[in-house]
């Protein structure tokens, strides 16, 4: 069966709790018993043209997970530890994001990379934890401008995949973001045909990995008056938002341009 295009938003390390409430007031209207049905139709119902995921801050999940409890709007982890437990003084574990009700987990942002130096295996062996945890894991993965002005930017996403998919991944725990670093938080979004082009180069690769059926997100620079074209590029199955998701009106909008599309993988 077609899985729903999933639309998330990826907080970084922004917002408060009463930015949380400002968000979820806004997605319902402020309106008593409203639910995120009446304002992202779709979310809640049978014909699920879209999934919603929010990605906040981990000191902020509980709160969130108060603020979105019964609206179909879900809520995730931007990072965790590849261990259980134990003295890794500063980490949250799968299990900890699973008992705040996070239903998925992002591993390997770029951000994550490149400021706190992890690598590719070290990525696998965090989705590999969010897999035993019973949760999804977003993989993400792009080259740098300098990979991609080289010529290197296919052999370096192929790369990523290969070692960050661990052997755990199915098409129902994984879910892969194509980022590509040049265009986060730049303004610069990769062109359709970029976009398209990639998207099939890592939908090869994946299916080869995991297996048909994995959903592949873009993210870098989606805004409203990106969002509708990239999600009608072939194998974009949704979009992974960084700045305008902290923008209720903006992330909405987003998310109601991807109902208005065709069902993902
Ligand atoms: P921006 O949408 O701010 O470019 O961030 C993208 C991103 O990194 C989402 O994970």
Known sequence: MAKPKLIA???KMNGSKADIDTWAAHIFAGEAGATAKKLLPGVSDSENKAEILLCPPAIL????????????????????HAEASGAHTGDISTGMLKEMGCTYAIV???ERRQNHGETSENVANKARAVHAAGLVAIICVGETDDERTSGKAEDIVTGQLKNSIPDTATPENTVVAYEPVWAIGTGKVASAEDIAQMHGIIRDSVTKQVGDGVRLLYGGSVKVANAPEILHTPNVDGVLVGGA???AEEFQAIALAAQKGAKAV
């Open 61 to 80: 999940l509980d709160h969130t997970g108060k603020a979105l409890k019964t609206t179909g709007v879900k809520w995730g982890g931007q990072d965790c």
């Open 245 to 247: 998701s902290l923008k």
């Open 108 to 110: 390997g942002h770029s």
């Open 9 to 11: 938003g990826n907080w």
